[in-house]
């Protein structure tokens, strides 16, 4: 048979099995065609001012009533949009399934709307003649339990994100946008946001302002409420669900108050007129670290004043959240910044927007003491020991990860030790580390990475409008502080794989990370969140029912068979506690033996031997050398 033949033969017999896929007497379909029919936005001013009013008193069943009206220039088609893209969330979350009861009259008579069936956050109208305005009705229905999404609203307390509360016009940059918003709250109630308002009773009429800085304005409303001034810009505004919670000594607010000075002076300007911390204590309404330009969001459980000997707890929260005022509010990466709440935003800059900004976050907790330094240094040794001990970047760079928030919205993972997470934060903060330690030896100890803040987010002292920036920006500016091919080793760092995690940075500033038999204070406080956690030994995470909540891939508890969909039962013949597991891993590190655990997978139990000899180890950072090395100095208030 010749080559020829044989190639017609295959031929043949690919165009019949292509054939017979199509039944007979059918043809194949063709797809329709996809037509856009939502103008795009444009920078131009919006014809008239949207008024919102939003009934927020309904917090037994945790419903929004709002009445949004807007004008319109003429009659025609016309597309109004639900914010799906959402600032600070980098993906699109938007929960427009809460979005509910949506009527839409002009003139008094109801316009029929048609949901895009592609964009599924965009309602078609067909404006009719004479309408000058629309006059919609709907409201935003709160989760009432944590597997709806996050509670936003109980008896004594209520979260207000306006991007939740209202539809736009599409067509128009939002900035472009002018409305004014009103919103009543219980009686006795107060209620703080970076939009001035005039109260009258239990309603807030706030400044008619455009509807960028509206969806980047939130409310934080309560029963129990303090308020502390941190500065002569910026305030702490604390809700509570008890006024108990609200007991903070002068001392912790002072520490606050040095969380502002020591931010000012490391960014060398201020990018608001005035900054409201919103703080909510709370097991109730559900937890939040969401930045805003002259506000943030931030949701910790009760006790961050009255358990603050305990252990740092949730601190670390407002230094990273105020540190998005300077990193991701009025710096942005270009190709994060968007003119609407509809083009889909891109995260290729995550690295600098949130990874500085988790670095920016540790350094002022520190500086400030709001957390001390040793468990700072406690802390960075946790998130060094993370990546230390996954193997993931074995196939997945740091830069793949900023998709992350698309990809998975975060839901939870079941190996995020192998398929990676939102890494750009932490495995972001080591890179930034290992800069500054650069940045100090090549320029024998003249700079650092303080110098980059102030060249970087410095600028435009009270402009807070919004800067964008590329990669080549964030390597230009590094460059002109410490020349160095800065472009090619951030380029390497953020896409190499096969490589051991970034923990050179710390032995470079002064410290190193190792390994002890002992946990450190700080880890011990972790672990009353966490459950026992044998990460860096077993290779595994329990919690205080037994249920495996982490097992780290290739780790000795992987190797024999354990996954993180069981409850341990028993340990070495014995009923599961904390201790016991941690007492059968200081036993084994003396015995040939491997530990043996008895694991309930639904109705099945098995048997698991671990033959893991190497004894505890928990991660801290050790002092090389003498004296005060880098990090000491970049830790040091100034």
Partial sequence: MTAKLVVALLLASSAAIATAQVPPGNTAPRPVPFVDTIPEAQDTPYPGTITLDIDATDTERGIFRAKE???????GPMALLYPKWLPGAHSPRGEIEKFAGLVIRGNGRVIPWTRDPVDVFAFHIDVPQGVRKLDLEFQFISATKPDQGRIVMTPTMASVQFNSMSLYPAGYYTRQIPIAATVTYPAGW???SAIPAKVSGATYRYDTTNYEILVDSPVLAGRYYREWPLSPKVDLNVFADTPAQLAATPAQI???KRLVEQSAKTFGAQHYDHYEFLLSITDKLGGIGLEHHRSSENGVKPGYFTDWNDGPGSRNLLPHEFTHSWDGKFRRGADLWTPDYRTPMR???LWVYEGQTQFWGYVLQARSGLVSKQDTLDAYAAIAAIYDAAPARQWRDL???TNDPIISARRPKGWTSWQRSEDYYNEGLMIWMEVDAMLRQKSGGTKSIDDFARAFFGIRDGDWGEVTYTFDDVAKTLNAIQP?????????RITETGKPAPVNGFAMNGYKLAYTPEPTPFFKNQEKSVGTNLNYSLGLTANKDGDVTTVIWDSPAFKAGLDNAVTIAAINGEAFSGDRLKAAVLAAATS?????LLVKSNDRFRDIAIDYHGGPRYPRLEKVGTGDGGLDRLLAPR
């Fill in 69 to 75: 009206t807007i004008p319109v220039a003429k009659a």
């Fill in 190 to 192: 107060t209620a703080v």
């Fill in 254 to 256: 002072d520490a606050h």
């Fill in 347 to 349: 995260n290729s800059l």
């Fill in 399 to 401: 830069l793949d990860t």
């Fill in 484 to 492: 160095y091919d800065w472009a090619g080793f951030l380029q390497q």
């Fill in 592 to 596: 040939k033996e491997p530990i043996r």
